[in-house]
């Protein structure tokens, strides 16, 4: 898979991602809150999204300072990591004034994301170096070592040009920065849909069935659980993906619903490639025509898989019941 992203930080670029690696509440303040002092006193934004435990341990540091920071519970927000960058990230930094730097704490893994999460927020933390390429930005990444397995901890130096030991102040270059080998290591097949069943849903469709196949996909989610809210965003997320199956996968697919852990499923699986992995990571442009589906998915689903190769492509969305 194509991946656009770099092996190597480019010294000229403005982008910085350091990681940050704390093990206790003492280091995650000593690393975070001195980076948005730094911003304020410079009068730049800063923004800080990071799940709710450690939302208001800064929160609580900074005070009446934390006034112009915006913060958001990276547990509602980022649930899906293919919703941060568009979402979270761009969101922030795209709405800044031009010439002052933008500052970001972004804290996507955490201890007790699902081993169906985890792969996506390694991905995500890869992309961000393409996302972002030449960009005033800094997006500090925290880590917790007392918490996340060692393959979190590893991935975090593949995924961070620079990294922070816990306990320092000191960054460092990561020798195993790897953004490349991230994304195309966790663009694994995903198991297998369940093939048959009573709660299963598995049609094909082409272009002459797509509305068909929205109707029967939201009537069994309302089977399955869906309601309200969740029921219509799974209706937009099927026609999303079996039209872009028709226009961009050969024009045919697969698509399968279905419940799992507390989440309704629906995949659709083609016959084409999907080459460029930041589709539906870049917020639209207000004029451009097109080519929201996947931005759409990922915005609506509270987790979002795929998988690409020469067989095919599959995407997954999942939707909480």
């Given at each position: 898979?194509?991946?656009?992203?770099?092996?190597?930080?480019?010294?000229?670029?403005?982008?910085?991602?350091?990681?940050?690696?704390?093990?206790?509440?003492?280091?995650?303040?000593?690393?975070?809150?001195?980076?948005?002092?730094?911003?304020?006193?410079?009068?730049?934004?800063?923004?800080?999204?990071?799940?709710?435990?450690?939302?208001?341990?800064?929160?609580?540091?900074?005070?009446?300072?934390?006034?112009?920071?915006?913060?958001?519970?990276?547990?509602?927000?980022?649930?899906?990591?293919?919703?941060?960058?568009?979402?979270?990230?761009?969101?922030?930094?795209?709405?800044?004034?031009?010439?002052?730097?933008?500052?970001?704490?972004?804290?996507?893994?955490?201890?007790?994301?699902?081993?169906?999460?985890?792969?996506?927020?390694?991905?995500?933390?890869?992309?961000?170096?393409?996302?972002?390429?030449?960009?005033?930005?800094?997006?500090?990444?925290?880590?917790?070592?007392?918490?996340?397995?060692?393959?979190?901890?590893?991935?975090?130096?593949?995924?961070?040009?620079?990294?922070?030991?816990?306990?320092?102040?000191?960054?460092?270059?990561?020798?195993?920065?790897?953004?490349?080998?991230?994304?195309?290591?966790?663009?694994?097949?995903?198991?297998?849909?369940?093939?048959?069943?009573?709660?299963?849903?598995?049609?094909?469709f082409d272009e002459g069935?797509?509305?068909?196949?929205?109707?029967?996909?939201?009537?069994?989610?309302?089977?399955?659980?869906?309601?309200?809210?969740?029921?219509?965003?799974?209706?937009?997320?099927?026609?999303?993906?079996?039209?872009?199956?028709?226009?961009?996968?050969?024009?045919?697919?697969?698509?399968?619903?279905?419940?799992?852990?507390?989440?309704?499923?629906?995949e659709v699986r083609d016959?084409?490639?999907?080459?460029?992995?930041?589709?539906?990571?870049?917020?639209?442009?207000?004029?451009?025509?097109?080519?929201?589906g996947l931005l759409l998915?990922?915005?609506?689903?509270?987790?979002?898989?795929?998988?690409?190769?020469?067989?095919?492509?599959?995407?997954?969305?999942?939707?909480?019941?």
């Amino acid at each position: 898979m194509t991946t656009g992203t770099s092996e190597t930080p480019c010294p000229a670029d403005p982008f910085a991602h350091p990681a940050l690696f704390y093990g206790d509440a003492g280091e995650y303040l000593a690393g975070t809150v001195p980076f948005v002092r730094a911003a304020l006193a410079a009068d730049e934004p800063v923004a800080v999204a990071v799940p709710g435990d450690n939302l208001r341990l800064i929160q609580d540091e900074l005070g009446a300072d934390g006034a112009t920071v915006r913060f958001l519970d990276m547990r509602e927000a980022g649930r899906n990591p293919g919703r941060i960058i568009p979402g979270v990230l761009r969101a922030f930094a795209d709405t800044q004034p031009p010439g002052r730097r933008v500052h970001i704490i972004g804290e996507p893994v955490w201890a007790g994301r699902s081993p169906a999460e985890y792969p996506a927020c390694a991905q995500h933390e890869a992309l961000i170096n393409a996302a972002f390429r030449g960009r005033a930005v800094t997006i500090l990444c925290p880590y917790d070592t007392s918490r996340l397995d060692e393959r979190a901890l590893a991935d975090a130096h593949a995924t961070h040009p620079v990294v922070i030991a816990a306990g320092s102040a000191v960054e460092r270059a990561s020798a195993a920065y790897d953004p490349d080998g991230v994304v195309a290591r966790y663009n694994e097949p995903l198991p297998a849909a369940p093939g048959t069943g009573p709660d299963v849903l598995a049609v094909a469709f082409d272009e002459g069935t797509l509305s068909a196949v929205r109707h029967l996909a939201t009537g069994h989610g309302a089977r399955l659980g869906l309601a309200g809210l969740a029921l219509e965003n799974l209706a937009l997320i099927t026609a999303e993906l079996t039209t872009n199956s028709v226009v961009h996968g050969g024009g045919t697919g697969v698509l399968t619903v279905w419940s799992e852990d507390g989440h309704v499923l629906c995949e659709v699986r083609d016959g084409g490639r999907l080459t460029d992995p930041l589709a539906g990571r870049r917020p639209a442009a207000r004029d451009q025509r097109g080519g929201r589906g996947l931005l759409l998915v990922n915005l609506l689903s509270d987790l979002v898989r795929t998988h690409t190769g020469p067989q095919g492509t599959t995407v997954r969305s999942y939707l909480r019941r």
